[in-house]
């Protein structure tokens, strides 16, 4: 009797042993587990964010557009879009050189984030242009912020190697609600529009080249 006792007490200690060491594995499994999927979630966010400018890229505006698209729908909200590029971006980096270029864009990138709300998506689609998803926008709210932007980016003053210079910016955008138009279809008119803009600076460089409209005005002929 005394050696059966003595050996379930045994078992039980093995057996006590034997589920501390497996908790222990677990935890450290567990623990790598988390470490991973904050390496994976920094990877994913990298893989969002333009590395020169530290905005969002093609893929970030990508993914916030169709969330915005769907809050829009759920809450019948407006939908704005800006899209802006630099103007004169060639004769900038024939100048002052790429790195002049580079240091033009970072600095813009910077003003644009002062200009938007922490809710409103910037991205740069490559080269010089860039675009705004700004959620909760109606087309009067749109025209607001463009016109913030274009004033506090040509009020800017750009110092490379010693040297000075400005920067101007042909802004195109659109606002709507989700029900009216997709993705695709906004894009492409907030793209028109931008095009509308940078006609205006072509004709008359001393000229605001901003042009907003509402997806309900586009058949109404041209607005400012």
Not at 9 to 36: C, D, M, P, W, Y
Not at 146 to 161: D, F, K, L, N, P
Not at 183 to 206: C, M, P, S
Request: charged fraction near 25%.
């Amino acid at each position: 009797m005394e050696v059966w006792l003595a050996k379930k007490k045994k078992t039980g200690a093995s057996t006590q042993l034997e589920f501390n060491t497996l908790t222990q594995q677990f935890n450290v499994i567990k623990r790598k587990n988390a470490i991973l999927e904050q390496q994976v979630k920094g990877l994913k966010r990298l893989a969002c964010i333009d590395e020169l400018t530290k905005v969002g890229n093609r893929r970030a505006f990508d993914q916030s557009l169709l969330v915005a698209l769907e809050q829009s729908k759920r809450s019948g909200d407006p939908l704005g879009i800006l899209m802006l590029d630099l103007n004169d971006f060639k004769f900038v980096n024939e100048t002052y050189n790429h790195a002049g270029g580079d240091e033009a864009l970072k600095r813009l990138s910077y003003c644009l984030r002062g200009c938007v709300r922490v809710t409103d998506t910037i991205s740069r689609l490559g080269g010089d242009e860039f675009v705004i998803v700004l959620p909760m926008t109606d087309v009067a709210s749109l025209k607001i912020v463009a016109s913030r932007i274009y004033e506090r980016v040509c009020g800017m003053q750009i110092i490379h190697c010693e040297r000075t210079f400005s920067i101007s910016v042909s802004i195109g955008g659109i606002s709507t609600c989700a029900q009216s138009v997709g993705a695709a279809a906004l894009t492409h008119i907030a793209d028109v529009n931008l095009f509308t803009a940078k006609e205006l600076y072509r004709d008359n460089k001393g000229k605001k080249s901003v042009f907003i409209r509402s997806y309900q005005e586009i058949d109404e002929g041209p607005a400012g």
